[in-house]
């Protein structure tokens, strides 16, 4: 009797349907259509002689067998991973993460939440008031203020990001303005025109001199709530509220590395004030 072959192609494509939670997210992370992903699936089972998914109108449902399977596989490429690393690369994979000043300065003062202990990762923060390409691999995970667009991208919403004014309780009545395009910026830029006192071109340079009762800042509530001593003048500025999104690549998400990243920093988030 002939015995049917697995295809190894057909396990990574079994990989993205598993990953993807069903064959339209995965057509689009594999460029295979959701029809040929059908067909290679079944073709799959037989070879196996497995059932690994349980077809309803509302699409794939992962059996038991499917998610020992993807376990199994997880296994694999880890293996597979650490086999084709250079000689004299380092054990610890690399994840790059992209975020504003403000995030940035947060996810630095957790670190060793997100780092997870010694000789887990390694951590190279990008702080940028631009948004970096995540698709061309520019970083691995980046905070963005909406929902990814691109097909190619999955995002994992967080909380609210609200803004206020801060500054010393003493502190003169006068604001300190920030010479960038960021929207809180933007928008002291319209309240007060040429008339500050005083103008930085880093955001973080604004928040020195609020804590050293210069002036006041327009800061994140989650930034000027964890500086003893600064005050928010007024309540919340409604207009610079924004959603946070947690962005990586589709083909990324679920390597170990930036799965437990994402997972830290989905903590840490949950926590800020």
Not at 51 to 62: P, S, T
Not at 106 to 127: Q, T
Not at 184 to 198: F, H, K, M, P, T
Not at 225 to 244: D, F, K, P
Request: hydrophobic share 40%.
């Amino acid at each position: 009797m002939n015995e049917k072959k697995v295809s190894w192609d057909d396990l990574h494509l079994f990989l993205a349907v598993a990953r993807a939670g069903g064959l339209s997210p995965a057509a689009r992370s594999t460029g295979r259509s959701a029809a040929t992903l059908g067909r290679r699936m079944l073709a799959l089972e037989r070879a196996m002689g497995r059932e690994l998914f349980v077809r309803h109108e509302r699409g794939y449902e992962m059996t038991a067998e499917a998610r020992d399977l993807e376990r199994e596989l997880d296994e694999v490429e880890n293996r597979i991973a650490r086999i084709s690393r250079p000689e004299g690369a380092s054990a610890r994979p690399l994840v790059k993460i992209s975020a504003g000043t403000w995030t940035t300065l947060l996810l630095l003062d957790r670190f060793d939440e997100i780092a997870g202990g010694p000789g887990n990762i390694r951590l190279r923060f990008v702080s940028a008031e631009t948004t970096l390409d995540i698709a061309r691999r520019e970083v691995v995970i980046g905070f963005r203020n909406r929902r990814p667009e691109d097909p190619a991208l999955a995002g994992r919403k967080l909380a609210m990001v609200e803004f206020a004014a801060y500054a010393m309780p003493d502190s003169p009545d006068r604001w300190i303005k920030v010479v960038a395009e960021t929207p809180s910026a933007q928008w002291l830029d319209r309240r007060i025109g040429a008339n500050a006192v005083c103008e930085v071109a880093s955001p973080r340079n604004s928040l020195d001199l609020a804590l050293a009762g210069k002036g006041i800042a327009v800061l994140p509530t989650f930034i000027g709530s964890r500086h003893a001593g600064l005050v928010q003048r007024g309540g919340t500025i409604s207009e610079l509220a924004h959603e946070q999104w947690l962005v990586t690549h589709q083909d990324d998400r679920h390597l170990p590395e930036v799965r437990r990243t994402i997972d830290r920093l989905v903590r840490v988030f949950s926590r800020r004030p």
